[in-house]
């Protein structure tokens, strides 16, 4: 089995800051990309940032400049340095793994975590 934990979410004032971190365990074989998804009450799951396992990343326009990602291979981990935060960052941020397990080594599939309360307030 596969599992995505995700620690480090909280609550901070604007412009503060927090560092997400989302470890894959299990029986893993392989990851192609890992992401941090977010999604506030009523609204839709929007990509935050990607990785792909040679590292190129991607990032939503709306945190550009604000939020860095970085991964850990070796660990199966991400990470979300989030910077400068602002209230409309508040949401249950969420980790992605497209994966492939040592049972299907030629089959990706997406994995979630639980999700992360991040709350920005004053």
């Known amino acids: 089995q596969v599992q995505l934990v995700e620690s480090g979410g909280g609550l901070v004032q604007p412009g503060g800051t927090l560092r997400p971190s989302c470890a894959a365990s299990g029986n893993i074989f392989s990851i192609k990309t890992m992401g941090w998804y977010r999604q506030a009450p009523g609204k839709q799951r929007d990509l935050v940032a990607i990785i792909t396992s040679s590292g190129t990343i991607t990032y939503a326009d709306s945190v550009k400049g604000r939020f860095t990602a970085s991964r850990d291979n070796a660990k199966n981990t991400m990470y979300l340095q989030m910077n400068s935060l602002k209230p409309e960052d508040t949401a249950v941020y969420l980790c992605?793994?497209?994966?492939?397990?040592?049972?299907?080594?030629?089959?990706?599939?997406?994995?979630w975590g639980q999700g992360s309360q991040v709350t920005v307030s004053s």
């Open positions: 992605n793994a497209e994966l492939a397990t040592w049972g299907a080594v030629w089959v990706f599939e997406n994995y």
